[in-house]
Structure formats: C-alpha cells, structure tokens
C-alpha cells in the first residue's frame, strides 16, 4: 500500500506534524510537491519524494521510499475496498438505455399533464365558486331594496308575515288595478328591476289602500 501526502508550498510542508501517523497504514511513503519546492534530502529517513513536472503532465521519483512491513487494519481495507466499488445500477438491472429514458420522460410527462389538469380543475371550481357568490350577493342586495320599498310602502314583515295565499290575492288585487302596459311587464317571464316594482306599488298603493290619515298611509 502507497501513502501520498501532498505539499504545494514550503511553509506546509515544514509545519506538517501529522504524517507520520500515516506510516502504520501504508508499505511505502511519499512527498509530493511541485518541481523543486522539496529538495530530497530534507524529507525524513524511510519517506519518499515525488516530483511534479514543470508541465503538470508527469511525476517523476526524486526520493525511493523504503518499504516497511505493516499489518494494516481490517476495517481500512474494508474501506479502501468500499471506496473503489462503483455502482452500476440501482434496482431493477436495464440493458436498453433508449428504452429506460423514454419510459422515464413519458412517466415525467404523465406527471406533469395530471397536476395541470388538477391545478385546471381547482381553478375552473373556484372561479364558478366566485360567480356564484357574486350572484348570491347581488341577489341579495335585490331582495334588501324590495324589503326596504315595502317597509316604506307600510309592509311590517317582523310584525306579522302574511300567508302565501294572502300575498297571492294582495298580488292579483294590486295587478288589476295596473295599467295595461304595466301588467304586460310584470307577467313577462323577464325579471322586474327594483325600480319597476317601485313604480308598480305607488301606482297600486293609492287605488288599493285606505286613504291618507294625518299624513300618513294606514294599513290594515
């Protein structure tokens, strides 16, 4: 077993104390350092000294190293044996690389597609979500404006709430007493805005109601 340890400036080199903690792990020891910065004779009795060409594309043997018998540790040869190991696969074993790549990109695909029909799906959800609650609040705000109209027209819903039918023939009553032209609009099946509907309770109100009283309209 070869020990290298590797010195790129002379300063490292001097003030290194942990090689020889090295030696008990390998047969032959060597310095290596860039050409010329280590002379061979300053390195210790039994080490080695390798050059590194001025080229960078050789290294050349200043300084033999002695061989030295050693019994290395069972659990370093494990770890050399270990590191040299190279994995070639993982799981199942594939001998057509084309064949794997395209099962791979059409699995990416699928992927892909599924959270873009998911993420479509959720959008299309909270945008029909949206509408229907903008209808809902503008249905709402419909209802309050007819509420409003029909307190002022003297309608007392927290009083008492009239029955079905009696709306009903309150309803037939204020129709006949329409103008031809105003009950067309109201039987349509074209919805009435508030602003119709108000026209339609004053036109009612005066012909329907009990008259006028100190100001003030009196309902039964």
């Known amino acids: 077993m070869f020990g290298y340890e590797i010195k790129v400036s002379r300063s490292d080199f001097l003030k290194d104390d942990k090689w020889p ?18 002379a061979s004779d300053e390195v210790p009795e039994g080490t080695g000294l390798l050059w590194v060409a001025k080229t960078g594309g050789r290294v050349y043997v200043k300084k ?3 061989r030295r018998e050693i019994e290395p540790p069972a659990d370093l040869l494990f770890y ?16 057509d690389k ?34 229907e609650n903008l209808r ?8 309050e404006a007819i509420k409003a109209r029909l307190l002022e027209l003297g309608f007392r819903p927290d ?11 309150q309803l037939t009553q204020l129709k006949s ?14 919805a009435i805005g508030i602003h119709s509907a108000s026209q339609i309770c004053d036109c009612a109100i005066h012909s329907l109601l009990p008259p006028v009283c100190g100001g003030q309209v009196i309902v039964a």
Request: hydrophobic residues 40%.
């Open 21 to 38: 903690s090295y030696l008990e792990l390998c047969n032959h020891f060597y310095f290596v350092c860039p050409h010329g910065l280590i």
């Open 64 to 66: 033999k190293a002695a």
């Open 80 to 95: 050399v044996l270990m590191a040299r190991t190279e994995i070639k696969e993982v799981g199942i074993m594939r001998t």
């Open 98 to 131: 084309v064949a794997y790549w395209k099962d791979w990109l059409a699995r990416k695909k699928e992927k892909r597609d599924l959270g873009y029909e998911v993420s479509k799906r959720i959008r299309e959800h909270v945008e029909m979500v949206e509408r």
């Open 136 to 143: 809902l609040k503008r249905w709402n705000e419909n209802l």
């Open 159 to 169: 009083v008492a709430v009239p029955s079905v039918w009696g709306l009903e023939r």
């Open 177 to 190: 007493a329409f103008p031809p032209e105003v009950r067309r609009s109201s039987d349509g099946k074209g």
